[in-house]
C-alpha cells in the first residue's frame, strides 16, 4: 500500500504536475488524520468501556455492602423489638402492686432488656473507592454524594451503639450482676424473640 502511494507521488513529481502533487499530498494527509482521528475514536471508546466496566464492579460491591448493612439493621431492629417486649414485660411486671415475682422471669427479663447490642454496618467499599480515586468512575451525582457521606452516617449509627454498650458496660452490668442469678439470665429469652 505504501509502495502505491510512493508510485503515485513519484510519478507526479517527475511529471512536473505540481499542483496535482499538492492536491494529493493534502489528500495524503487528510486520509492520515481521519486514521488518527478514527484511532483516537477506538481508544476512547475502549476507555469509555473500561471504565463503564469499572464503575459496573464499583455499583456491584456498593449494592453488596449496602444489603448486608440492611440486614444488620433489620435485625438490630428485631433485636430492639423483642427488647421493647422485655420492658414492658418489667414494667408491666412492677406496676402490679400484688405481683408475686418470678425469680427466673424476672432475671432473665433484666438481662434482655439491658444487653448491650454490636454493631457490625460496614463502610470497606465506600472508604476503598474515596481513598484509591474510584469514586471518578461513578457518574451518578447521588450516589457519589451517598458514597461521600455514607462513612459519617454510618459513624453516628457506631456511635449511637458505643452509647448504649458503654451505659450497659459503667451503669447497667454492675447493677444487674449482684442482682440477676446467673443461671436464670436467659432462660426465657426465646419467647420474646420470635
Known amino acids: 500500500m505504501i509502495n502505491f502511494f510512493r508510485k503515485i507521488r513519484q510519478q507526479l513529481l517527475s511529471q512536473n504536475k505540481v499542483s496535482k502533487y499538492l492536491l494529493y499530498a493534502i489528500g495524503e494527509i487528510a486520509l492520515v488524520m481521519v486514521g488518527i482521528l478514527l484511532a483516537l475514536q477506538v481508544n476512547?471508546?475502549?476507555?469509555?468501556?473500561?471504565?463503564?466496566?469499572i464503575e459496573q464492579k464499583l455499583l456491584q460491591a456498593l449494592?453488596?455492602?449496602?444489603?448486608?448493612?440492611i440486614n444488620q439493621i433489620e435485625q438490630g431492629i428485631k433485636l430492639q423489638?423483642?427488647?421493647?417486649?422485655?420492658?414492658?414485660?418489667?414494667?408491666?411486671?412492677?406496676?402490679?402492686?400484688?405481683?408475686?415475682?418470678?425469680?427466673?422471669?424476672?432475671?432473665?427479663?433484666v438481662e434482655?432488656?439491658?444487653?448491650?447490642q454490636?454493631?457490625?454496618?460496614?463502610?470497606?467499599v465506600a472508604q476503598s473507592i474515596?481513598?484509591?480515586?474510584?469514586?471518578?468512575?461513578?457518574k451518578n451525582d447521588q450516589i457519589v454524594e451517598f458514597v461521600r457521606r455514607f462513612e459519617d452516617k454510618i459513624s453516628l449509627i457506631n456511635q449511637d451503639?458505643?452509647?448504649?454498650?458503654?451505659?450497659?458496660?459503667?451503669?447497667?452490668?454492675?447493677?444487674?450482676?449482684?442482682?440477676?442469678?446467673?443461671?436464670?439470665?436467659?432462660?426465657?429469652?426465646?419467647?420474646?424473640f420470635k
Open 44 to 53: 476512547n471508546w475502549n476507555e469509555q468501556k473500561k471504565e463503564r466496566q
Open 63 to 69: 449494592k453488596e455492602e449496602i444489603n448486608s448493612n
Open 81 to 109: 423489638i423483642g427488647y421493647k417486649k422485655m420492658y414492658v414485660a418489667l414494667l408491666e411486671d412492677f406496676a402490679n402492686l400484688d405481683r408475686t415475682i418470678d425469680p427466673i422471669l424476672l432475671d432473665s427479663l
Open 112 to 116: 434482655g432488656a439491658s444487653a448491650p
Open 118 to 124: 454490636n454493631s457490625e454496618i460496614q463502610t470497606g
Open 130 to 138: 474515596i481513598a484509591t480515586g474510584d469514586i471518578r468512575y461513578l
Open 161 to 192: 451503639f458505643e452509647r448504649m454498650t458503654n451505659f450497659y458496660v459503667n451503669q447497667l452490668w454492675p447493677l444487674e450482676n449482684n442482682r440477676v442469678r446467673r443461671l436464670n439470665r436467659a432462660h426465657l429469652q426465646y419467647y420474646f
